[in-house]
């Protein structure tokens, strides 16, 4: 092989890897409503460091009864998961999932 063609691979390849890497883009905080309150530092936590966010309930659902597309991946994962739970978007794609924080630091190092 000549120069040219590991030059040609290894800009491929850094290309496919540094685009796999996805940043969040939206938060959704899912929880029972039931004898549970989202700490408030969560969304402001969130809004410092550009995450739009939404705090659901994991019942949520549209007029004709159907949970909403924008956010049936998240409260699926969060579900999962267990609630209360943070769940962090690119777009419709779940990145991660993690339960909610007992204090903003410990928010503000799990979205690094």
Known sequence: MKLIDYFVIICVLLF???SS???PDRAVVV???EGYTVPPFVQSVLRDSGIDSIVI???VVTGDGKTPESVAAAIAAAQKNGLPAIVLLNGLKVLTVFDVPATAEQLQEAIK
Do not use: L, N
């Open 16 to 18: 496919v890897f540094s």
């Open 21 to 23: 890497v996805q940043s």
């Open 31 to 33: 929880y029972e409503s």
């Open 57 to 59: 309930d994991q019942d």
